[in-house]
């Protein structure tokens, strides 16, 4: 088997890249969270561990991994499709594109309950004023922080802020994912 040939069928286009980025869109299997009242095994809390530190860690973590559980996303056609759908399921939300792109799009456009559409053009020719026109980076650095971040620097056609780092350490607070260890300092 030609591994170029396998790797420019991906990359360009053919049948098997487009049935990779429409399985993103299947319904995925819900896995049971845990109950606050599940076993901790004592033995394994270590030095300054405590059971309570444990259990608003796991809250915390709950929380995160539905960011965007009461956000309804549709991605226009200029943005990066693979990964912001990959990155918006997996932390709660819903999303979907255009039917023109593929056929796992799973609500049109004009749909009413539709809360954020990502964009990446100055201009919309139609607006719906019902949701929030964003540009990609709203979700990357509302990632970053781990909380949902106002759009209001985020809209279509603003200049950026500069982009969050999940490691930059913000007023003497640990980044998140260094295990308390100061992030780079740019």
């Known amino acids: 088997e ?8 991906v990359y360009y286009g ?8 429409e399985s993103l869109n299947i319904k995925l299997a819900e896995v049971s969270k845990l109950d606050e ?3 901790i095994d004592e033995e394994l809390l270590t030095g300054d561990q405590s059971l309570e530190g444990i259990m608003e860690s796991r809250k915390e973590e709950e929380n ?4 965007f ?3 309804k996303f549709f991605l226009s056609r200029e943005v990066p499709r693979e990964i912001l759908v990959l990155t918006i399921r997996s932390l709660g939300g819903e ?19 539709i809360t954020h559409q990502i964009v990446d053009r100055p201009s919309q020719a139609h607006q719906f004023l019902s949701r929030c026109y964003v540009q990609p980076q709203w979700v990357f650095d509302s990632v970053n922080q781990r909380n949902l971040l ?5 809209v279509a056609g603003s200049l950026l802020p500069p982009h969050l780092s999940p490691f930059y350490q ?4 640990p980044a998140s994912g260094t295990g308390g260890a100061a992030g780079p300092r740019w």
């Open 2 to 9: 030609d591994v170029f040939t396998e790797k420019s069928a």
């Open 14 to 21: 053919d049948d098997i890249y487009r049935e990779r980025l």
């Open 37 to 39: 009242d599940d076993d």
């Open 64 to 67: 995160f991994k539905g960011i």
């Open 69 to 71: 559980k009461d956000c």
């Open 95 to 113: 999303v979907s594109w255009s039917s023109d792109l593929g056929v796992a799009s799973t609500y049109d456009e004009t749909d009413p309950d």
């Open 150 to 154: 106002p759009v209001d620097d985020y």
């Open 170 to 173: 913000q007023r003497g607070i």
